[in-house]
């Protein structure tokens, strides 16, 4: 009869857990900052506190009055393929949207509004391509930023639309994620707030005077909030 070797218990866990896969996300090294003029002053912002990283690439581009609803006058699609191919980013943020709250022509059922069924699914869409071109590289990570809530009501309402369809297409995809703002732009939830506490106490303006647009102390929270994310609070 053969003699049985006795492990230890404790001996096979420790075995055990050093087996186990290390499952650990590298830092990215190379960071792509894409939007409309939401995003212009937040791109700086986000590329100064990045730029205290050392071993990170970062690239903007944003164009004022753009957006995903007029294709024609700004292709945001084919800007966004040259820019992954050029660039090859580990990570894009996005903003889009202030603009795209307008009628859309679509191939196949000529103009709809923004009220139509047929818009969001147009604008869905449109959403999932560029999502799908920013993520077309192994690992590559979008971070598609929340819009905030607007002083006019309306345009809140509107933007709620939008804010919907684009978490909705991010849902879809592993590689992206619909990244909330408002937790670091209102004071209390759906509610437009012009200023917030500083994180020293003291009161700051983190919207621009048009109601829409950030502050630069605005900009400076959201770039915070992302670049903690993607560093893992690092």
Do not use: C
């Not at 679509?106 to 604008?123: F, I, M, N, R």
């Not at 590689?175 to 408002?182: H, L, M, R, Y």
Request: hydrophobic share 40%.
């Amino acid at each position: 009869m053969k003699h049985m070797i006795h492990i230890p218990l404790l001996t096979l866990l420790t075995i055990g857990i050093f087996a186990l896969p290390l499952r650990t996300q590298a830092a990215p090294e190379r960071v792509l900052i894409i939007g409309d003029s939401m995003m212009e002053v937040t791109a700086h912002a986000t590329k100064l506190a990045l730029d205290k990283r050392s071993g990170v690439a970062s690239k903007s581009h944003t164009s004022i009055g753009s957006g995903l609803a007029r294709l024609d006058v700004y292709d945001w699609m084919a800007e966004a393929e040259q820019l992954v191919k050029g660039f090859e980013p580990d990570v894009t943020m996005v903003w889009f949207g202030t603009n795209d709250r307008q009628r859309m022509q679509t191939a196949d059922k000529g103009v709809v509004e923004l009220t139509d069924s047929a818009w969001e699914e147009e604008y869905g869409r449109r959403v999932g391509r560029i999502m799908d071109i920013l993520t077309a590289k192994k690992g590559a990570k979008v971070y598609w930023l929340e819009l905030p809530v607007m002083r006019e009501e309306k345009m809140t309402e509107e933007v709620a639309v939008i804010n919907r369809i684009a978490k909705a297409e991010a849902d879809k995809r592993d590689q992206v994620e619909f990244f909330p703002t408002e937790n670091v732009l209102t004071r209390r939830p759906g509610v437009y707030s012009p200023m917030m506490i500083g994180n020293d106490g003291r009161p700051i303006k983190v919207r621009d005077f048009d109601g829409i647009h950030l502050s630069r102390e605005g900009a400076d929270r959201v770039a915070e909030a992302f670049v903690k994310t993607i560093f893992n609070s690092r």
